[in-house]
């Protein structure tokens, strides 16, 4: 059973548009969450972090947690070209110091 | 201010050789981590280690070792290499937020290919 799950795309969405990319989680103990960019050929660098349900926003990027529904998500707004990229979903699991990571959603950005 | 460091970058094994690769950070981090990430796919967790002497197994632990005698090294050992390691290995650290909330700091990764 996968503990961490994302649709692995590709999503295409149009220069300007908004773009979603969601991530479930296993464990209902859960506290922490990120989200890590990744493009080709390169390692993943942290985009976001997120601790509390609700929304959190920096700048064009905002993440989501809902943490009854073990969902949280990343909006990127007014997308460009440049943030076409695979996303990375983490999560830390309770009582642990794992840090297990979805398998990543591609994301391409058409201009 | 390297960051995180692995060492080599690329290498080739033949089946059955040992290797081990090289990850060292100057941030004073006591949280560190190996992943390998196969084509297409996320990262899996082999090894982390909470501080010196303190290492533990991640998701797919077989057919590597790992030690951790200083702060700042953490290398991952191979000893019998077999196809199903070729993959790109990424070393990590991270620092505490807070109680459980750690940001990894990943190493440019080691791309290794077993013939």
């Known amino acids: 059973q996968k503990e961490v799950e994302q649709n692995s795309g590709p999503l295409s969405v149009p220069e300007g548009a908004i773009a979603s990319l969601n991530c479930t989680y296993s464990?209902?103990?859960?506290?922490?969450f990120f989200w890590y960019r990744q493009y080709s050929g390169k390692s993943p660098e942290l985009i976001m972090s997120?601790?509390?349900?609700g929304d959190k926003e920096d700048g064009r990027f905002t993440a989501q947690l809902n943490k009854a529904s073990q969902y949280v998500s990343l909006l990127i707004r007014d997308s460009q070209p440049s943030d076409s990229a695979t996303y990375l979903c983490a999560v830390n699991f309770s009582g642990t110091y794992k840090y297990i990571f979805g398998t990543g959603t591609r994301l391409k950005v058409l201009a | 201010n390297a960051g995180v460091t692995q060492t080599p970058k690329f290498r080739i094994l033949k089946i059955g050789q040992s290797m081990t690769l090289q990850c060292t950070q100057d941030m004073n981090h006591n949280y560190m981590y190996w992943y390998r990430q196969d084509p297409g796919m996320g990262l899996k967790l082999i090894y982390y280690s909470v501080g010196a002497g303190i290492t533990d197994k991640g998701e797919v632990p077989n057919g590597y070792n790992v030690s951790r005698s200083t702060t700042e090294d953490f290398p991952l050992r191979l000893e019998l290499a077999a196809p199903s390691q070729t993959s790109v290995y990424f070393c990590a650290s991270s620092y505490t937020i807070y109680s459980g909330a750690n940001v990894l700091t990943f190493g440019a990764g080691s791309r290794l290919t077993v013939l």
């Open positions: 464990d209902r103990g859960s506290q922490s």
């Open positions: 997120i601790y509390s349900n």
